[in-house]
């Protein structure tokens, strides 16, 4: 497939566990994007990455949410000692440039803690 | 920091007839204006575009125009058809920092 993959597609949690989100972009996009998605709600910045360097954290809620691209394609996002709050739909997107361009967004995951 | 309003939050339309959004925004430096359409089950996608350099841009059925005085902008939908039945979202940005701000979303219904 051509798009953005992202999985697992759907993820179950107990509070206080550690989850990871994974993200796959188009292959050769150069910058990659973490968005968290309320229902009802636009997506919400979390944090960007050109190549392996990240650019931009300032939409990370809190020092329990981190996220990596160590080779400048697949990115993790980790989330340590979940909660509630937590809950959402997590949208990863990939721009084959720096800049404003289109933003290939993935299908997301859906993380419900209970 | 940045602020997107997006009306209205939902709108019905009968196929044929045209559909109007309008977003505002505050950030007097934002200079990028995409509009996404997310369908159910769907990642959002690009429809189109306009920077601070033109006041509307087409593409086909589909228009956006921009006041950058009044810090709107509004995506206009002619000759509507049931597959235009989607969330979609306004967003602004600015070219300083690559990221974007959305707006909260409309869902538009068209109904045959």
């Known amino acids: 497939g051509a798009g953005v993959s992202q999985s697992p597609r759907y993820k179950v949690t107990k509070r206080g566990q550690d989850v990871a989100l994974r993200c796959d972009p188009i292959?050769?996009?150069?910058?990659l994007y973490w968005y968290r998605q309320a229902l009802g709600q636009g997506p919400e910045f979390l944090t960007y990455?050109?190549?392996?360097?990240?650019?931009?954290k300032s939409g990370l809620p809190n020092d329990r949410f981190s996220a990596e691209r160590p080779e400048g394609s697949i990115s993790t996002l980790t989330i340590q000692r979940t909660e509630q709050r937590d809950s959402a739909m997590y949208r990863c997107?990939?721009?084959?440039?720096?800049?404003?361009?289109?933003?290939?967004f993935g299908q997301g995951t859906r993380l419900t803690v209970v | 920091g940045e602020n997107v309003e997006q009306h209205p939050s939902t709108l019905s339309v009968q196929e044929g007839d045209s559909a109007v959004i309008k977003c505002t925004y505050s950030?007097?430096?934002?200079?990028?204006f995409p509009w996404y359409k997310q369908e159910l089950g769907k990642g959002p996608q690009l429809i189109i575009d306009?920077?601070?350099?033109?006041g509307e841009k087409k593409d086909q059925r589909i228009a956006v125009t921009l006041n950058k005085t009044a810090k709107h902008f509004s995506l206009h939908i002619t000759e509507t058809q049931p597959e235009d039945s989607a969330v979609y979202f306004c967003?602004?940005?600015?070219?300083?920092?690559?990221?974007?701000?959305f707006g909260k979303g409309t869902m538009l219904l068209v109904s045959p």
């Open positions: 997107a990939s721009t084959p440039s720096t800049g404003f361009t289109e933003a290939f």
């Open positions: 950030d007097s430096a934002s200079n990028y």
């Open positions: 967003a602004e940005g600015d070219t300083g920092y690559s990221t974007l701000t």
């Open positions: 306009i920077r601070s350099n033109v």
């Open positions: 990455f050109n190549y392996e360097a990240q650019q931009d």
């Open positions: 292959s050769g996009h150069v910058s």
